[in-house]
């Protein structure tokens, strides 16, 4: 349920003190005396859900605050009183305090009392209210009575009944309700005591809402001089919730907030209003498609109730979606015609309960568009130009006829992950993809399509060169099954890294032995996790190319032609040999910035790069190289004319070599 802000209502509040100086027949001195309630009874909810917060604050430290900071702004002249409920026993729904007795404005008494109020039981809303009638039942002259209340009555009374019995009892007073941060409870049994007491009802959601309501509730006086709009809603003669604004068509200010429900307690809905001229606009709730009704032009005299009905004729569209013959979950949405402006919406589910799916409809002309949510590509069925005629069902019924194709993907009796794509034979459109994983709930894979004839691939996830299969011209049928399951093979080829015994990093490469072309591509590392790396491959002829990725001149080991058959395991080592060349340069005894490079003393060739830098990090500089002979240059960085010093090593595997050049002067 919406509820209105203070914010929205306070219109109301204004309007009156804007008219209340215009009644020709109130003399300037009885406006002067009628600013302001001048006798006031507060009823505050002390119940335990005021310990609820607001913005990180207690709903009652909000409430404290707000009382306090009212009292503290009331004239002398006005006599309060103060009525707690639920405030000293938790269960206990006669737990109702007349805190403060009605007489003369004593703030500092009304203050202590308020602050000493602790939250703990029940709302006993009705019972706080007859308090207060009792309190006031002699008084000549009219009590303003204002409930805050952070929820409805939980004691089983009737506070809207009790206020009418206290009318009708010729107790003279005007009630005001302050609905603070209710949420979404229905509260029409609060609106209805508001209206039964000729007041108003106010949602407040925070202190500032909760200020200006209970600020403008004192402003209005119990006896303003007002006439009364009853508006009553209906919908095929029987009550309509509905929202009411109001529009002053001389001051063109908006009264909103107004809600008829659907009790005869608040319908019709009876609204105290100044002299004037009023347009009202009608808004009724879950009826989707309806536009507003406008009564324009009332006219509101002091001491008159003008009566306005407004009644929603309606047809409706009654709509079945079955898919083969069973009830089927499908959206539906209705349009203006020729039109994509959507007029209303729903779901039919598979319920009984929502399918047929009824829609309320203004009469006219629409377009209707089903679509099936489960079948695969969502078919639809449109309706063009359906008439809807007050008072009548018209009914339509929808049958989507679908069958149902499963995929499965298996090696052996091994469930094997893979992606199934589904196309149209005709237009090679993509119709609908799906995976299989390794799990019995979804291999095979189920999609539900409309009859027509497919073509379907289904690809391997985790073989690596994702081999796939493909079933062409599938036909389906209304309410048949047709089930397909790809096979496939694959063998396993483990390719290792080692110096020794010690495992290398390495780069494998793995081509097809036919064409060449690379199937896929790992790293061994230096762990026993990934060392040897593996494959998952269909059976056939490979290539393996393993490169050592640490040793300088990128040393290679090549197996060619390797066969790996369906469900066997193949592997293979490279093993590679390494020897340390560690290359320092100094000027005496102090480290120098060089650059060191090395090359192939047989070919000539470049085989690495470095420099040494003046850091013992990195000074030394170590390479790793393949045993062989080779021509190291390191040149001077810093000193002048850049020297070079060349020197020829010879680096053995698993050896050690060192060379220190010194450029010393």
């Known amino acids: 349920m919406r509820v209105y802000k203070a914010s929205q209502l306070i219109f109301i509040f204004a309007l009156g003190l804007l008219f209340l100086g215009s009644f020709s027949s109130v003399s300037k001195a009885q406006s002067e005396n009628a600013l ?17 917060q607001i913005e990180g604050q207690n709903k009652i430290s909000i409430a404290k605050k707000v009382l306090k900071n009212l009292i503290a702004e009331l004239p002398e002249s006005v006599e309060v009183g103060l009525i707690a409920y639920g405030h000293r026993d938790k269960g206990d729904c006669k737990d109702i305090e007349t ?19 602790n939250p703990k039981g029940k709302t006993p809303i009705t019972d706080s209210i007859i308090t207060a009638f009792d309190l006031v039942r002699s008084n000549e002259n009219a009590t303003t009575v204002i409930l805050v209340s952070d929820g409805i009555e939980t004691c089983g009374g009737d506070p809207c009944k009790a206020v009418k019995e206290a009318k009708d009892a010729g107790i003279n007073f005007i009630m005001h309700v302050v609905g603070f941060d209710v949420g979404d409870v229905d509260v029409s049994q609060l609106e209805c005591a508001a209206q039964a ?13 909760l200020s200006e309501a209970l600020e403008t509730a004192v402003d209005i006086p119990a006896e303003l001089p007002t006439g009364k709009l009853s508006v009553k809603v209906t919908a095929q003669g029987k009550l309509q919730d509905s929202i009411l604004i109001l529009t002053n068509v ?70 079945k979606v079955l898919q083969n013959e069973k009830l089927m979950d499908s959206s539906v949405h209705v349009y203006e015609p020729g039109t994509e402006n959507v007029v209303a919406s729903g779901r039919t589910y598979e319920s009984s309960n929502t399918n047929p799916l009824v829609i309320k409809l203004n009469p006219g002309s629409y377009d209707a568009l089903v679509r099936a949510i489960k079948i695969v590509g969502k078919p639809t069925v449109k309706f063009e130009v359906v008439e809807i005629k007050s008072g009548e069902t018209l009914e339509k019924l929808v049958d989507f006829s679908s069958g149902t194709l499963k995929v499965g993907a298996l090696q052996g009796e091994k469930l094997v992950d893979a992606v199934v794509y589904i196309k149209n034979p005709d237009t090679g459109e993509q119709v609908a993809q799906g995976r299989t994983y390794v799990s019995s709930k979804s291999n095979p894979k189920a999609f539900e399509l409309s009859p027509g004839v497919y073509d379907v691939k289904v690809s391997a996830v985790k073989i690596t060169n994702k081999p796939s299969q493909e079933f062409n011209s599938i036909e389906i049928k209304a309410s048949e099954v047709v089930e397909r399951t790809a096979q496939f093979s694959s063998g396993l080829l483990k390719v290792g890294a080692l110096e020794g015994e010690k495992f290398v990093d390495a780069l494998v490469y793995i081509m097809d032995s036919k064409t060449g072309e690379r199937i896929a591509q790992g790293r061994t590392y230096t762990s026993s996790k990934s060392n040897p790396d593996t494959f998952e491959l269909v ?27 369906g469900g066997e395991t193949v592997e293979r080592t490279a093993q590679f ?47 790793i190289l393949i045993p062989g002979s080779y021509s190291v240059t390191l040149k001077a960085l810093k000193i002048d004319g850049k020297p070079e010093k060349t020197f020829d090593i010879e680096v053995k595997a698993q050896g050690i070599s060192e060379f220190n050049a010194d450029f010393a002067k």
């Open 250 to 319: 001389g001051t063109a200010e908006e009264l909103k907030g107004q809600r008829t429900y659907s009790s005869s307690n608040t319908n019709p809905r009876i609204i105290s209003l100044p002299d004037g001229i009023y347009d009202l606009e009608v808004s009724p709730i879950n009826m989707q498609g309806f536009d507003s009704r406008a009564i324009t032009g009332i006219e509101i005299k002091e001491g008159e109730v003008v009566e306005k009905e407004v009644d929603f004729g309606f047809g409706e569209l009654s709509i």
């Open 36 to 52: 302001s309630a001048s006798e006031i009874i507060l009823i505050l909810d002390a119940s335990g859900s005021m310990w609820g």
């Open 99 to 117: 805190v403060v007795p009605p007489g003369p404005l004593d703030r500092t008494v009304l203050n202590e009392k308020i602050d000493e109020l």
């Open 197 to 209: 007491g000729g007041g108003l009802y106010l949602s407040a959601q925070n202190a500032n809402e």
């Open 539 to 565: 059976p056939g002829l490979y290539d393996i190319k393993v490169t050592a990725a640490k040793i300088e001149g990128k040393q290679s080991k090549e197996f060619e032609g390797v066969e790996l058959k």
């Open 577 to 623: 040999s390494s020897g340390v060349l560690k290359v320092g340069a100094t000027q005496g005894e102090i480290l120098i910035d060089s650059l060191v490079t090395i090359k192939d003393s047989r070919t000539g060739e470049q085989i690495a790069q470095g420099r040494t830098y003046t850091g013992s990090k990195s000074n030394p500089k170590e390479f």
